[in-house]
């Protein structure tokens, strides 16, 4: 049953060109691209638990922004997009691509919490690696970019008390900024947002949560919990950090498939709406795979940029006040 499920959502993920577009733009095919200055460092106990890290050379701490792969938590590497990681280490930023557990080896929440223990690593590495742990941001597509914002929205999963160093440390992000994401995987809010379509049936989903959909309004009550506790908007609160939201394709493209409405930016309108009304900032661009539309890494960048800008500034004036943090917006 494992592999007619992988095998289904390969088709469908290579349908909607997510993960060839990935694939194209990923490090480990592009002449010239730098090897990571720490390759397949373990950051956790599973064999999927890896990092390669780019450290960008620089006297101070520099700020990381940690690329979150995509495939629906069923298959993709730690390959970090070449172009956007030429982009950050020209402009002193360094860069982390990480692997978490396929859900065909433990299901949610275990690949949204590999993501997190990642931040953690980050932040323990820091001193060693010229890390600035304030500033720390989450990107990806798809499957990524729905980690990236369950990493961002949840409460901080720091445990002072663990005998882990790694768990002492914050989770928090500086900013979010993903493409194609999903903001949330409850198949109850996916069956609302698009009805009429079995979108809420996709492979991704039915593995995530090892669930039968034919039982969907007749599951035990830890089964619908977990379904909230996977979903990044079941987690949102005023503490969580600015987003970027980035989709291909528009508000009026037509569902005509479960890849198509996976990937559809209603899921970002929805959350756009969630955040607005808490007063955080979230950005929705929507159409990018027009001719002539802006460029998403252009897009990703700025954001990025202007959010770590702003973390340093705020840094220094708790530092000159003499009270100075390392994690952003803990609570």
């Avoid at 929440?109 to 953690?120: H, S, T, V």
């Avoid at 989709?247 to 479960?258: C, E």
């Amino acid at each position: 049953m494992k592999s007619t499920v992988a095998l289904t959502l390969t088709l469908v993920l290579s349908a909607a060109g997510v993960c060839a577009a990935e694939q194209r733009g990923s490090t480990s095919d592009k002449p010239g691209t730098p090897p990571p200055t720490n390759a397949d460092v373990k950051y956790g106990p599973h064999a999927r638990n890896l990092m390669d890290v780019w450290r960008a050379k620089s006297e101070r701490p520099t700020p990381v922004l940690v690329w979150i792969h995509a495939g629906g938590f069923l298959e993709g590497n730690k390959d970090f997009d070449a172009l956007l990681l030429d982009e950050c280490l020209k402009l002193g930023i360094s860069c982390a691509g990480i692997t978490y557990r396929f859900s065909s080896e433990a299901i949610a929440p275990a690949p949204l919490l590999d993501c997190a223990r990642a931040i953690q690593f980050l932040r323990f590495k820091a001193k060693d690696w010229n890390l600035d742990p304030a500033r720390i941001a989450a990107t990806g597509g798809s499957a990524g970019g729905g980690a990236s914002l369950w990493v961002g929205f949840h409460r901080d999963l720091a445990d002072p008390r663990s005998a882990d160093p790694v768990l002492r440390q914050s989770s928090r992000l500086t900013c979010v900024a993903v493409r194609e994401a999903q903001c949330s995987y409850d198949p109850r809010f996916i069956r609302d947002l698009f009805p009429g379509t079995d979108t809420y049936r996709h492979a991704a989903v039915v593995r995530l949560f090892d669930v039968d959909m034919d039982q969907l309004d007749h599951l035990p009550q830890e089964k619908y919990a977990l379904f909230e506790e996977a979903s990044p908007i079941h987690h949102l609160g005023k503490g969580a950090p600015p987003v970027l939201l980035l989709y291909g394709s528009t508000m009026d493209t037509k569902i005509t498939g479960q890849g198509v409405g996976i990937h559809h930016p209603r899921f970002g309108k929805v959350l756009k709406e969630r955040m607005d009304a808490l007063g955080i900032e979230c950005q929705l661009k929507t159409g990018l795979q027009r001719p002539g539309s802006e460029d998403w890494r252009a897009l990703l960048m700025a954001f990025v940029k202007r959010h770590f800008l702003w973390r340093a500034r705020a840094e220094m004036r708790r530092f000159a006040s003499g009270k100075r943090t390392v994690a952003p917006r803990a609570r």
